[in-house]
């Protein structure tokens, strides 16, 4: 019953921007705090970023800081990841998936889909 749905993935020159969605269905997204995670090929996964069920604190991997932004809107059961000046080295699979409780410190336990990100001139 509960699901996560990424939208927004694509291919982009580097330098450009993207916007990633992360619709929740199934349960009160207000009770959970949600990350973004990546893979590319070869690769293992890795964090991305993560927001607190409210929305009060976030987390960011030091390879994207300063570059994307998370952020959520409960009202709409949807967290976004703006992607700005983007590398071919973010090019991977990205998923947003929801943690066990409001805590981004808590494991991570139901993906999306994915969506692809293409980094490339």
């Known amino acids: 019953q509960l699901q996560l749905v990424e939208s927004g993935g694509g291919l982009v020159q580097p330098g450009g921007s993207l916007r990633l969605s992360c619709v929740a269905s199934g349960f009160t997204l207000d009770d959970y705090a949600i990350g973004w995670f990546r893979q590319a090929p070869g690769k293992e996964r890795e964090g991305v970023s993560c927001i607190s069920s409210s929305g009060g604190s976030a987390n960011y991997a030091d390879s994207v800081k300063g570059r994307f932004t998370i952020s959520r809107d409960n009202a709409k059961n949807t967290v976004y990841l703006q992607m700005n000046s983007l590398k071919p080295e973010d090019t991977a699979v990205y998923t947003c998936?929801?943690?066990?409780?409001?805590?981004?410190?808590?494991?991570?336990?139901?993906w999306g889909q994915g969506t692809q990100v293409t980094v490339s001139s």
């Open positions: 998936a929801r943690k066990a409780s409001r805590w981004c410190s808590s494991p991570t336990v139901h």
